[in-house]
């Protein structure tokens, strides 16, 4: 590249601008990025992730490599064009360096290629950069190695140079980077599951593109995992349904481009024995929770074919039998995934697709494809509408036992149940209710709590398991009535967050297998009969610590983690002291469980979001389900998850 590419001595006016750019990211990253929280600190690794996936989708790359080195430092490669170092017209400088100082930049440098990354936050490169304590960049195109380095927040440390040759087949793009600790005060070391799930569901979401996740941290986990998926959602319903009993074997899968709007729709689904519906939907990549237009028109089109069908080949007995889309979502595991030019995301949490014409385009493609299906399948249509009948027939009855319920407890009223130990506040904003296993820990937590605002509810033994159980079945299970009424807010579709009694919902569990089972138990049912809850985020898990050092009767240190304790055990240098290992929290004494875990000013409490119950869902059904072989297979390739389940 020609000498005059690049000046650093002189600061034009643009130059200024640049630099003011980035500092109001740095002021005010939330607005860039959400939150510094750790979920602020993942977004990061999304927001490169999305560009190496944009030049993928784009035709050029089949290869993205994802590197964890140490707790902070992570490396994205991709095997792409690699990104333009020519001199850009409008800021002087290189096209590479302008991707990363100017903001909103990433988009506008492209060949006009469709671009589907920057959904929900969608920010740039730029951000990350100002974000990061520093970010080499190194791309390989015509035979040549160039390199540019940026430090704190995105000053150019080392200008774009050539530092080497290469094959001239080989190009790309890789990124490597370390986030400010000033900026994420919570901490910058990254999670091995958050990253391999999400790694994991890029891959399904986009057919055909190599995602390669490699953990090097000298732990446990070290490894790598290879992700490519060439069915695509095809292959995400059939893992989503791995430990389910299904109906049939074949997977439906359609996709297609409406060219007028350039929507592109897939859709992939079957059905199950089990009674809960699986349907997860996305735009450009994300996670859409609460739905939105492209989840609407699955749902009206499954429900209008479904039934046209039916009438046709005269699977009704009357003429006014008609399946409901409720009695169509039993035992349902379903992907729709949209990519859309231009998403408008609505809602108090930006979770819902809000633009209308997706509507018809999903209507159109999955409509056409269903019809035919079902025309060429002719055993596999009426499985489905046989399990919709069943379920509602079911749907009917469980109507009358839910109503028989209600006259027997009154859940609405203060008619509470006797095991809780309430707490004396009726300020429901300041009101926690730690929802505990066993009763020996039970025990510990009512002394040891804060009454005043502090409730406790024991519980015994296993809660029901929800997967088996049809929601009239529920209600007989005496724990999960307690539970109901100590909450007070309703349950299901009926929920009404004003009556809700407590705004923090605890689950508290012993740190080992069994607890975690039963933390996962809690919130799959959590997840499935009080969503708002989770939503709404009043869904906590309590962090009991694992170790305590201590030194005669002196309390030294707890350790709420392996890789805290190590740390704890470096700090100590030659000091000598003993570990004692928790192991369940009837070991601790009222007054060592309020210190460590009932506190506030003390304690960790891990805030639930809906992924995390999604998550948990999954791995529940996995572990829960009628098949014998996924559920071995998961305990053994993942035992950290059965340890550890991310939630
Ligand atoms: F932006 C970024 F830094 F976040 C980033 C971008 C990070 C990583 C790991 C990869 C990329 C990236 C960008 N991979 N591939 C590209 N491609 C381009 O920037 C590119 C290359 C050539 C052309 C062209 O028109 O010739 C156009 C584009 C957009």
């Keep these: 590249m020609p000498d005059t590419a690049i000046k650093h001595d002189e600061y034009t006016s643009e130059?200024?601008?640049?630099?003011?750019?980035?500092?109001?990211?740095?002021?005010?990253?939330?607005?860039?990025?959400?939150?510094?929280?750790?979920?602020?600190?993942?977004?990061?690794?999304?927001?490169?992730?999305d560009n190496s996936i944009d030049e993928a989708l784009a035709g050029y790359a089949t290869k993205i490599d994802v590197s964890v080195d140490s707790d902070d430092v992570i490396t994205v490669t991709d095997d792409g064009r690699g990104m333009p170092v020519e001199i850009h017209p409008?800021?002087?400088?290189?096209?590479?360096?302008?991707?990363?100082?100017?903001l909103h930049a990433g988009g506008k440098f492209g060949g006009g290629a469709y671009k589907v990354s920057g959904g929900l936050h969608g920010v740039g490169a730029s951000v990350v950069n100002a974000l990061s304590k520093w970010l080499e960049v190194t791309v390989?195109?015509?035979?040549?190695?160039?390199?540019?380095?940026?430090?704190?927040?995105?000053?150019?440390?080392?200008?774009?140079?050539?530092?080497g040759t290469c094959d001239p087949n080989e190009t790309g793009s890789s990124v490597r980077f370390k986030a400010d600790d000033e900026i994420f005060k919570e901490g910058t070391v990254y999670?091995?599951?958050?990253?391999?799930?999400r790694i994991r569901q890029m891959a399904f979401l986009n057919k055909g593109i190599a995602l390669n996740f490699n953990w090097n941290k000298e732990d446990e986990l070290k490894g790598t995992?290879?992700?490519?998926?060439?069915?695509?959602?095809?292959?995400?319903?059939?893992?989503?349904?791995?430990?389910?009993?299904?109906?049939?074997?074949?997977?439906?899968?359609?996709?297609?481009?409406?060219?007028?709007?350039?929507?592109?729709?897939?859709?992939?689904?079957?059905?199950n024995t089990d009674y809960n519906e699986k349907t997860y939907s996305f735009c450009n990549n994300i996670f859409t929770p609460d739905g939105g237009m492209h989840l609407d028109g699955f749902r009206q089109t499954l429900s209008r074919v479904v039934n046209a069908y039916a009438k046709d080949n005269k699977l009704f007995k009357s003429d006014d039998e008609k399946l409901s889309i409720d009695d169509l979502r039993e035992g349902l595991t379903a992907i729709i995934s949209?990519?859309?030019?231009?998403?408008q995301y609505e809602g108090q949490t930006k979770g819902k697709l809000g633009n209308a014409e997706v509507k018809p385009v999903v209507n159109k493609i999955f409509g056409d494809y269903l019809k035919r299906y079902l025309l060429e399948n002719p055993d596999t249509a009426k499985i489905i509408i046989e399990k919709a009948k069943?379920?509602?027939?079911?749907?009917?009855?469980?109507?009358?036992?839910?109503?028989?319920?209600?006259?027997?407890?009154?859940?609405?009223?203060?008619?509470?149940?006797?095991?809780?130990?309430?707490?004396?506040s009726r300020d429901a904003s300041i009101c926690e209710i730690y929802i505990v296993e066993g009763n020996s820990a039970g025990g510990s937590a009512q002394q040891g709590r804060d009454s005043n605002f502090q409730a406790v509810l024991p519980l015994r033994g296993k809660i029901l398991n929800v997967e088996k159980a049809r929601l009239h079945r529920i209600f007989d299970n005496a724990e999960i009535r307690m539970m109901i009424q100590a909450f007070g807010c309703g349950f299901g579709d009926e929920i009404d967050i004003s009556k809700l009694r407590y705004h923090k919902i605890v689950i508290m569990t012993d740190a080992d297998v069994d607890g975690q089972h039963i933390a996962t138990l809690m919130l799959t049912f959590l997840y499935r009969y009080f969503k708002p809850l989770i939503e709404g985020g009043y869904v906590y898990i309590a962090m009991p610590p694992l170790y305590k050092l201590f030194k005669g009767q002196k309390t030294l240190r707890y350790c709420?983690?392996?890789?805290?304790?190590?740390?704890?055990?470096?700090?100590?240098?030659?000091?000598?002291?003993?570990?004692?290992?928790?192991?369940?929290?009837?070991?601790?004494?009222?007054?060592?469980?309020w210190e460590t875990t009932l506190d506030p000013e003390h304690r960790t409490l891990k805030r639930v979001s809906i992924q995390d119950a999604i998550d948990a869902d999954s791995v529940f059904s996995m572990l829960m389900g009628d098949e014998v072989e996924p559920r071995k297979d998961f305990i053994v390739e993942n035992a950290h998850f059965a340890k550890n389940l991310d939630i």
Excluded at 143 to 161: A, E, M, N, R, S
Excluded at 415 to 421: D, E, G, R
């Design 90 to 102: 409008k800021t002087g400088v290189s096209t590479v360096e302008t991707i990363f100082t100017v």
């Design 191 to 197: 999670n091995h599951d958050t990253l391999y799930n």
């Design 338 to 343: 949209v990519k859309h030019p231009n998403p």
């Design 225 to 271: 995992t290879s992700f490519l998926y060439e069915g695509g959602i095809k292959e995400y319903v059939a893992f989503l349904d791995q430990a389910e009993t299904k109906l049939f074997n074949d997977i439906l899968y359609c996709d297609g481009t409406d060219k007028e709007t350039s929507i592109s729709v897939e859709v992939s689904l079957r059905y």
């Design 560 to 593: 709420y983690s392996d890789d805290e304790l190590e740390l704890a055990k470096r700090d100590f240098g030659d000091e000598k002291y003993d570990v004692q290992r928790y192991k369940g929290l009837g070991e601790m004494d009222p007054s060592q469980l």
């Design 390 to 424: 069943s379920a509602s027939e079911a749907r009917l009855a469980a109507q009358k036992a839910r109503e028989s319920v209600r006259r027997k407890d009154d859940f609405g009223s203060a008619n509470l149940p006797t095991k809780l130990k309430d707490c004396a």
């Design 15 to 49: 130059d200024i601008q640049v630099l003011e750019g980035l500092e109001a990211v740095r002021k005010r990253p939330g607005m860039y990025i959400g939150t510094t929280s750790a979920a602020g600190l993942h977004h990061l690794v999304w927001e490169i992730i």
């Design 140 to 163: 390989k195109k015509d035979g040549k190695v160039y390199f540019i380095k940026f430090v704190d927040g995105g000053k150019v440390d080392t200008p774009l140079k050539e530092i």
